[in-house]
């Protein structure tokens, strides 16, 4: 069963660089079978797809947020990470990471961490 947990700071101030990261169990960053993901709520709003990361380094953006995002990896330490720069109180949200188990290209299963508030505020 893979687990996921985000980590970092719950408050960053406006124009900063929101960074977190998602540590991984029970499952590795490098397998073909896994993508890896970050996904946003705002409050009141519904689910954003921020990015994803897959075995072999390769990302891809939100076109909303590409200029803005950045998704890099540790294979040493089975995490990946966000970077989102330029911030605005509109990023405060909830922030997930989300791994998705594939066959070839049928999803088999999803797993999310449980989530961790960022607010944006000076």
Same mark, same amino acid.
């Given at each position: 069963?893979?687990?996921? +947990?985000?980590? @970092?700071? &719950? #408050?960053?101030?406006?124009?900063?660089?929101?960074?977190?990261?998602? $540590?991984?169990s029970g499952g590795s960053i490098t397998d073909f079978y896994?993508?890896?993901?970050?996904?946003? +709520?705002?409050? @009141?709003? &519904? #689910?954003?797809?921020?990015?994803?990361?897959?075995?072999?380094?390769? $990302?891809?953006?939100?076109?909303?947020?590409?200029?803005?995002?950045?998704?890099?990896?540790?294979?040493?330490?089975?995490?990946?990470?966000?970077?989102?720069?330029?911030?605005?109180?509109?990023?405060?949200?909830?922030?997930?990471?989300?791994?998705?188990?594939?066959?070839?290209?049928?999803?088999?299963?999803?797993?999310?961490?449980?989530?961790?508030?960022?607010?944006?505020?000076?």
């Amino acid at each position: 069963q893979v687990q996921l +947990q985000e980590s @970092g700071p &719950g #408050l960053v101030k406006p124009s900063q660089t929101l960074s977190l990261m998602c $540590t991984v169990s029970g499952g590795s960053i490098t397998d073909f079978y896994y993508t890896w993901s970050w996904i946003r +709520q705002p409050p @009141g709003k &519904g #689910l954003e797809w921020m990015g994803v990361i897959a075995y072999d380094g390769s $990302t891809y953006y939100n076109p909303s947020l590409k200029s803005r995002t950045s998704i890099s990896r540790d294979t040493s330490k089975n995490q990946f990470s966000l970077q989102l720069s330029s911030v605005t109180p509109e990023d405060t949200a909830v922030y997930y990471c989300k791994a998705e188990l594939f066959s070839g290209l049928v999803l088999q299963n999803e797993y999310w961490g449980q989530g961790t508030q960022v607010t944006v505020s000076s």
